[in-house]
């Protein structure tokens, strides 16, 4: 009886791999680099030869294996087609069979902030919930929906998109996707530091922030010390955040929102300041879903994908 | 081997019947009046005693029957239990355990906005698609969302609650649901008819709608008609209801939305307002989503219900 699964993570610069037990033990975890060149047409072979090489390092033999899950940078269908993954200069590919014949093992890859979704689900911030939204504040504004313990995919893979959701009609500068108003503008660790640099422009009071020269953790970290403007510019970010994720609860009814990426470092402090913006707007029935942190930060990935192989195979 | 399958549709005033065969056709079809007395304690036995009525009517025996179908207006969970049902009467009880009782025979429960959207997908305007948005424009505004042919319950029955998605600051007034600025006070028939109130208010233009005395179909045959103001009052609905889906997809990334409801007895027309609204705040992933509308009227909930227990039972 098989013993084993492996996940994998592509990143548009390392590739992450880990070794997994059936009950999400990681017994191993490495990385190796992603080589982009040529269309990224050595990923895939790449990845199957770190495979291979684990399995040999180990003495494991193939009927010790359930499969090889994979989170891709890029909408991934549910048979497994990637549309495109600009980052890996994929065009359209079905990554379950690629990978499949190169290791003979059964494939399921699915969209990385899905599939990370669904390892914070199964061993991180969503443990003991069958239907969750991850919001991974980072760079940019991610999403993964997990509904009844399964990935909510979309028509063209594009489901969890929450960063592109529409909040303020004011809004004068452009979206990384050409809208204006998106909540990926003020809830990401840019957003908040354009938050920020707006307060400060406009402030007469006293702040140990100087504009033009702060980071999403400076404010944060101005928060947690009592700043009067911080707080005001805490509270901003709180009010898109909270407006979006009321949006989203009135759509599918979370039981909880794990949040995730660089701000939650911030930690608690960030959930008090969600909570609260997003109670005035939320739809009754969903006024007491649970607001929690994610714990697996850049090994959620390879968590969600030895599980969504997991399932894969058992279902 | 079994031939038919039952749904029923059951409403505050009336309950809605409907006996088909395996592939959809509807053999018969009536109602009986709802009695909500005494906590509703007759809603189930009556339909009990209905659906043993038929089946004797037409000499059909239990072997013959799949089993029965039901849509109820309140939260219902993945286990048929019914939290409250305001309109019926009822707290808290399980409807596939205890209608399955009184007839001894499978039976499924859901929400029945919920339940009418997979009417529609079976057999109405979202024939053909497997994930889709059904959005009722009526007094006010319900969804129900559809993903891989399955209904989107959530963690308390409320998902597809999208008519209180918050979409507008400077509300003044509040929406039935206690919070303001919500979808469905802008695109419900009663919202199209304050956002004609408020523009005749303001307006200096030459119309035929008259303040006061105007329903929704008056603005859109207006609008069909060529009448500027009403055209103004379309495009301010269209921008509010584009705003709101533009949302939905970003979160759920459905093949289509079917637009039905009262509201959409306008037609085409309206599904022009919403497109071209929806189109500058949607993710480019969901940009191409279709847009089409629903057509089984009342009886989307009785086509829904029968296809509900033919999935459950073939599952």
Redesign the interface.
Known sequence: MAKYSFGVDVGGTTIKMGLFDLEGNVLDKWEIITRTENGGVNVLPDIAEAVKGKMSEKSISKEDVVGVGIGVPG?VD?KGVVHKCVNLGWGVLNINEELGKLLDLPVKGGNDANVAALGEMWKGGGQGFE?IVVVTLGTGVGGG?I??GKI???????????G???LDDQETETCG???RGCLEQYASATGVVRLANRALEKTTKTTCLKAGEISAKDVWDAVKAGDEVAIEIAEQFGEYLG?GL???A??????AFVIGGGVSKAGEVLLEYIRKNYI???????RD?QFTLATLGNDAGIYGAAKLILDETSA
Request: proline content about 7%; overall charge negative; charged content about 10%.
């Open positions: 909408p549910a239907s929906i509904i009844d909510l995919t979309g028509a063209k893979g594009a489901a969890g998109e929450i592109h959701i529409h996707c050409g809208n407006k009321a949006s989203i009135c759509v599918v009814n979370p039981e005035p707007y939320v739809f009754h029935a969903s879903v």
